[in-house]
C-alpha cells in the first residue's frame, strides 16, 4: 500500500506545545496563583485584573513563563481579564478602605459586645455587596448581635466564617523558627496529618517550643523527612531494649538514625557507639517502620 506525501503531512504527530501560565498574588498573600496569561504581554510587578471564584479581582504578577506540567485536561486555570487601568486601581482603593473600616467597627464591636473570638481578616466583595470576617475562636459564638450591628453600620450582606489556627497562619503569613516564610503560606498545597509520633522518629526533644509553629500546632515540616527516617529505623534495635555487641550485652540508650549508629550502655555502665554493621541484630528487638 503507497502512502502519499499528503497523506502523511495529515497523519503527523505534532507534540503539544507547553503551556505557560503566571503566578499572580491576590490580597497581598505569599503565596501565588496560576493563571492563563493568554495573550498579554505581562511583566512580574505588573497589577492585573484576574477571575477568581468570588469574581473579579487585582492581583500582582509575581512570576512569569511558568510550565504547567500537569497532565490533567480538566485542569480549571482561570484568565487574566485584562492589565488593571485606572478605574480598577479606584475600585480597588474603596474596596480596601471599605475592609479597613468594617475590620475596625467589627474589632470595636466584638470588644464591646465580649465575645470570645478573635478577628483575622476581612474580606469585602463589591459584586455581591458582601464583606466576610474570618475569625478564631476555642468553641461556638453566639455572634447574632455582631452580625446586626456591622449589617446596620455597613450596609452590607454580613458572613461570619470561623477558621482554624492553621488557616489563619496561611492566610496572616509569617516566619518560622527557621527563619523562612512559612510553608503553608508560600507554597504548601493543602495541609495533611502531623503527628507527634514523627518528631519520635526523627529523635527530636519533645519540647513544645521546638517543634511547635507560630499557629501552636505541630510543624507541618516534621512530616517532610518521615517516611525516609522510618525506611532508615529499619533494622535498628529499640531504644531501652538488650542487644548483644562485641564488648558483651548492654541496653540500647539511643539511635542516631541518619549515621545508622546505636549508643549502648554496656552491662559495666561503660558507654559505647556501635554501626549498625557491627551489631547481631534480634528480629524481636529491631524496629519495624511502624514501631
Given amino acids: 500500500m503507497n502512502v502519499t506525501a499528503e497523506e502523511t503531512k495529515n497523519t503527523e504527530v505534532h507534540p503539544e506545545k507547553p503551556r505557560f ?28 485584573m484576574v477571575n477568581t471564584n468570588q469574581g473579579l479581582k ?6 512569569n513563563k511558568i510550565i504547567n506540567f500537569s497532565k490533567n485536561k480538566d485542569q480549571n486555570i482561570y484568565k487574566v481579564v485584562r492589565i488593571a487601568n485606572e478605574n480598577d486601581f479606584q475600585a480597588e482603593n474603596r474596596r480596601q478602605k471599605t ?15 465580649e465575645l470570645p473570638m478573635n478577628l483575622s481578616r476581612v474580606v469585602h466583595q463589591p459584586h455581591m455587596n458582601k464583606t466576610i470576617f474570618f475569625f478564631t475562636a476555642e468553641g461556638r459564638v453566639d455572634f447574632r448581635q455582631l452580625i446586626r450591628d456591622l449589617a446596620s453600620n455597613l450596609r452590607h450582606r454580613i458572613e461570619m466564617k470561623q477558621v482554624g489556627v492553621r488557616d489563619e497562619a496561611k492566610v496572616v503569613g509569617g516566619f518560622g523558627i527557621c527563619g523562612e516564610t512559612l510553608c503553608c503560606s508560600s507554597w504548601l498545597p493543602d495541609f495533611t496529618p502531623v503527628t507527634i509520633k514523627m518528631a519520635k522518629t526523627q529523635g527530636l526533644a519533645l ?10 500546632r505541630l510543624m507541618c515540616c516534621l512530616q517532610y523527612e518521615h517516611e525516609n527516617y522510618k525506611e ?14 562485641p564488648d558483651g550485652p548492654g541496653k540500647v540508650l539511643k539511635n542516631e538514625i541518619l ?11 561503660s558507654i559505647m557507639t556501635y554501626h549498625k554493621g557491627e551489631l547481631k541484630n534480634n528480629p524481636s528487638q529491631t524496629q519495624t517502620p511502624d514501631s
Fill in 259 to 269: 549515621e545508622q549508629k546505636i549508643i549502648v550502655r554496656l552491662d559495666d555502665e
Fill in 21 to 48: 501560565l503566571i503566578g499572580v498574588r491576590i490580597n497581598n498573600q505569599v503565596k501565588s496563583e496560576l493563571y492563563d496569561p493568554k495573550d498579554l504581554k505581562l511583566r512580574v510587578g505588573m497589577s492585573v
Fill in 99 to 113: 475592609e479597613h473600616k468594617a475590620k475596625n467597627l467589627c474589632s470595636q464591636k466584638i470588644s464591646e459586645l
Fill in 58 to 63: 487585582m492581583g500582582l504578577v509575581a512570576s
Fill in 232 to 245: 532508615l529505623a529499619k533494622g535498628l534495635p529499640r531504644a531501652n531494649s538488650h542487644i548483644q555487641t
Fill in 207 to 216: 519540647n513544645p517550643s521546638k517543634i511547635s509553629g507560630v499557629c501552636g
